[in-house]
């Protein structure tokens, strides 16, 4: 065998390339992919690179943030020391506290990380709130600047009071003759009727009879104003009619197909004017009046030892 090299040696192809060129594709071709992966890559690390250097920056703004409120606990506690007295031990435990504290800073940049999520989400409720908040004082500037107002008025009208009670028993007077009397469903000639409950208000000023304000609902069992139990039937919204039964003196009767307003009148033991149930409104299954007792039923029942209770 002979030891001298071979000065012309044949060159060697590498298999992969002679595939290529053999398959007649360009070299070229592959080194732009390449190319374009590699920058791709590149640019890809050097976002990374960023947000990685970004998010190192605020936790060490963090961490000197930290660092400096221990300083100055640690400042505090010397000046502490030197105005207390403290002893050497209870110092000692003091700046293992600290230490401790130190210790616990890693911990309190995960933590951090979860207090900025929460942070996020109470700021967000805080803008909410405030909202609420900026419309009710609002509200309540606009009605302290009416009480103002109104609290002036009355500090005014105070001084002609006396003067008033005079001119509202006048008014009394007209608003009697205002209020309208009606035709009972017994064919007597009724009190006045209260179509509202301004009107029934108008009507307890006079003093002649008591009122019992009902909101009369569809159940299974009879509902009790003062002395009388009613139980509501049927109720005609389009035509504004109802149905209902009335209890008194341990008797049952019906009131039926009444209108709003119609004085249903029914008598009760010992009284020779008539009770009187007047239904202002009417809705699906449920109508809203009152009941109408003269104050002679009142003082006769209280003398037995009976007493009404108001709804």
């Known amino acids: 065998m002979s030891l001298t090299p071979d000065t012309n040696p044949e060159p060697k192809m590498d298999p992969a390339l002679e595939a290529h060129e053999q398959g007649g594709s360009n ?11 590699l920058a791709i890559a590149l640019g890809i690390g050097i976002g990374e690179g960023l947000y990685a250097w ?33 002893t050497e031990e209870q110092f000692t435990g003091l700046q293992g506290e600290l230490v401790s504290t130190k210790d616990n800073l890693g911990k309190t940049q995960s933590d951090l990380r979860r207090t900025r999520v929460l942070s996020d989400q109470l700021a967000k409720q805080q803008k ?40 509202t028993k006048q008014e009394l007077a007209t608003t009697r003759s205002e209020l309208q009397r009606m035709m009972g469903d017994l064919g007597v000639q009724s ?32 509902q009790r104003f003062g002395a009388v139990g009613l139980q509501l039937k049927k109720t005609d919204v389009k035509r504004q009619k109802y149905t209902l039964d009335l209890i008194a003196d341990d008797r049952r009767i019906e009131k039926k197909d009444k209108n709003t307003n119609e004085p249903v009148q029914f ?11 007047v239904v202002n409104q009417i809705y699906k299954d449920r109508v809203v009046g009152y009941v109408s007792v003269p104050k002679q039923r009142q003082t006769r029942l209280s003398s037995t030892g009976i007493g009404n209770s108001g709804s």
């Open 191 to 222: 009190g006045l009727i209260a179509r509202n409950r301004d009107e029934l208000g108008e009507l307890r000023l006079l003093g002649e009879r008591d009122y019992y304000e009902f909101d009369l609902r569809k159940t299974k069992q009879p």
């Open 27 to 37: 070299p070229q071709r592959s080194f732009r992919i390449l190319g374009a992966l």
């Open 128 to 167: 909410e709130s405030a909202d609420v908040l900026n419309s009710q004082l609002g509200q309540l500037q606009q009605e302290q600047a009416t009480t103002k107002g109104a609290v002036g008025t009355l500090s005014t009208d105070v001084t002609g009071v006396k003067q008033e009670v005079g001119v």
């Open 54 to 86: 970004w998010l190192s920056s605020r936790l060490q703004d963090v961490e000197r943030t930290f660092q400096a409120q221990i300083s100055r606990q640690d400042e505090t506690i010397h000046r502490l020391r030197d105005r207390m007295g403290m």
């Open 267 to 277: 008598y009760q033991q010992g009284n020779r004017q008539p009770a009187e149930i």
